[in-house]
């Protein structure tokens, strides 16, 4: 009896939540775990330690892992998905490993050295790798190549921070490995 009046009290709370903030901002807590680390020696590593892909690294600000763990978590809230700091058994997580995380050197119009930033985004479960995201981008000025002009203009002209690159490669790293591609069925 007490059982079913407590299970009717949940019920009914959880009613009056999706009443009061609507069901779109409703999503299930800790739908995907969270685990940012940055790279242990990267004088000596070559080699990413979760996936083996070749890395190139360089230095890693101190502040990285938290500024690439707020992007994260804000980049998933924005796309209605839940998640938890760390992992947990049985449960997808997102671990990112950072092996470079430079500052630019400069201002917004003139830099003597460009932002560089470079992660790895593995979706794993269980200790085991799933889908597997490369980020590596150090801003170019537009002369140097005329390809990235599309860039170029989408940041608004200017020189970015790194923070900015890494928000740029988290919502890439996102659409690649939580989000389904569209697929176009063919035309009859």
């Not at 779109?24 to 790279?39: C, P, Y």
């Not at 700091?85 to 092996?99: E, N």
């Amino acid at each position: 009896m007490f059982m079913t009046l407590a299970r009717a009290w949940k019920l009914c709370f959880i009613g009056l939540f999706v009443l009061v903030f609507g069901v779109s901002s409703v999503h299930a807590v800790g739908d995907l775990g969270i685990v940012v680390e940055k790279l242990k020696d990267p004088e000596k590593t070559l080699f990413c330690p979760v996936c083996g892909r070749a890395i190139s690294p360089g230095v890693v600000h101190t502040e990285a892992t938290a500024i690439i763990r707020e992007k994260l978590k804000t980049a998933l809230t924005d796309r209605n998905i839940g998640y938890s700091d760390g992992m947990k058994q049985d449960q997808p997580y997102i671990q990112v490993l950072v092996y470079r995380f430079q500052e630019r050197k400069g201002g917004n119009f003139a830099v003597e050295k460009p932002a560089s930033v470079a992660f790895h985004m593995h979706l794993m479960k269980n200790g085991v790798v799933g889908k597997i995201f490369a980020y590596s981008e150090e801003q170019k000025a537009l002369m140097q190549n005329l390809l990235t002009v599309g860039k170029f203009f989408s940041r608004g002209a200017r020189w970015v921070t790194a923070e900015e690159l890494a928000g740029e490669g988290i919502n890439a790293g996102l659409d690649e490995l939580v989000e389904p591609k569209e697929t176009t069925e063919p035309a009859e």
